[in-house]
């Protein structure tokens, strides 16, 4: 299985910080890489989709990048609605896994 | 816009087939790619398989428990049954739909989820 190494595992910001989210894959993965963010109690919603294709209807402030094995995930205004836990996910070879999530809050 | 909604027992014995349907509405079982994915604090988000409108499923080989994955397409659902479970099963489970990428159906992302099922396994 491919594992998903997030860091950091938590993380406060003040709001308008730029936040950056890094993801490692123990193999190249190419570009298969998505991101997701879970509020509590819901379901994860898709934000970035190979690696830094912005979801339709996802705030621009959201973005993505990286290759092969190394991701980031970027907030580039850290606003109040932004906290939640972030996710990484790959879907280069199966089984698809995740990421153990970064958790932001504000400061 | 398609919505999914997972429903089932919340409350298992040891040993007994957890069962949940999924059930999509404003839009066609008929196309894509649909999967089961687990949340626990031990594990995190844990995919448990897919399976595509044809039939054709796949299964994460790291789960212990007996998978099945089904689908009924009159009634518009796809169904998970995990047979034995122990309390190591106990998590929140989710259906989604996978992605397209231009209007290509594949096991890509994840681009709508149902609001998620606790299943507790306890004696």
């Known amino acids: 299985d491919i594992q998903m190494t997030q860091s950091p595992s938590s993380l406060s910001a003040s709001v308008g910080d730029r936040v950056t989210i890094s993801c490692q894959a123990s193999q190249d993965i190419i570009n298969y890489l998505n991101w997701y963010q879970q509020k509590p109690g819901k379901a994860p919603n898709l934000l970035i989709y190979?690696?830094?294709n912005l979801e339709t209807g996802v705030p621009s402030r959201f973005s993505g990048s990286g290759s092969g094995t190394d991701f980031t995930f970027t907030i580039s205004s850290l606003q109040p609605e932004d906290i939640a836990t972030y996710y990484c996910?790959?879907?280069?070879?199966?089984?698809?896994?995740f990421g153990g999530g970064t958790k932001v809050e504000i400061k | 816009q398609v919505q999914l909604q997972e429903s089932g027992p919340g409350l298992l014995k040891p040993s007994e087939t957890l069962s949940l349907t999924c059930t999509v509405s404003g839009g066609s079982i008929s196309s894509d790619y649909w999967s089961w994915i687990r949340q626990s604090p031990e594990k995190g988000l844990e995919w448990i398989g897919y399976?595509?409108?044809?039939?054709?499923?796949s299964y994460n080989p790291s789960l212990k428990t007996p998978v099945t994955i089904s689908l009924d397409t009159s009634k518009n659902q796809f169904s998970l049954q995990l047979s034995s479970v122990t309390a190591a099963d106990t998590a929140v489970y989710y259906c989604?739909?996978?992605?397209?990428?231009?209007?290509?159906?594949?096991?890509?992302?994840?681009?709508?989820w149902g609001q998620g099922t606790l299943v507790t396994v306890s004696s």
């Open positions: 190979d690696a830094s």
């Open positions: 996910q790959q879907y280069d070879n199966l089984p698809l896994t």
């Open positions: 399976i595509y409108y044809s039939g054709y499923t």
């Open positions: 989604a739909r996978h992605g397209r990428r231009r209007r290509v159906a594949g096991i890509n992302w994840f681009d709508s």
